[in-house]
């Protein structure tokens, strides 16, 4: 009995340290399911979502260029105005001063 008594104890902490690394590691990896088979249908519905995405970011691209050449003109036209109104300005005053050289 007194032979087993002075193994207890070192066997008790091989047995807790064994028990506590199995606890400590890592799962095995989850089986992996086979990649399931697509019917022709769901390919064609994917496909023409896909095709519609397409059309439909193609059409966005399109706006958006319009939209930013409208704004080049834009700025372009504005541009052409604020030099137009300059020089009108221009004359108005060149007028105006002509006529009070003139009054007086």
Known sequence: MQYLSIY???LTIILLSLLASA??????PAPQTPARI????????DS????????????GKELTERGNNLVREGQTKVEEGNRLIEEG???MRESEESYKNMKN
């Open 8 to 10: 207890r104890k070192p």
């Open 23 to 28: 606890c400590a590691s890592t799962p095995p």
């Open 38 to 45: 697509i019917s022709d249908e769901q390919m064609l519905r």
């Open 48 to 59: 023409q979502g896909m095709a519609h995405l397409g059309n439909r970011w193609k059409s």
């Open 89 to 91: 300005s221009k004359i």
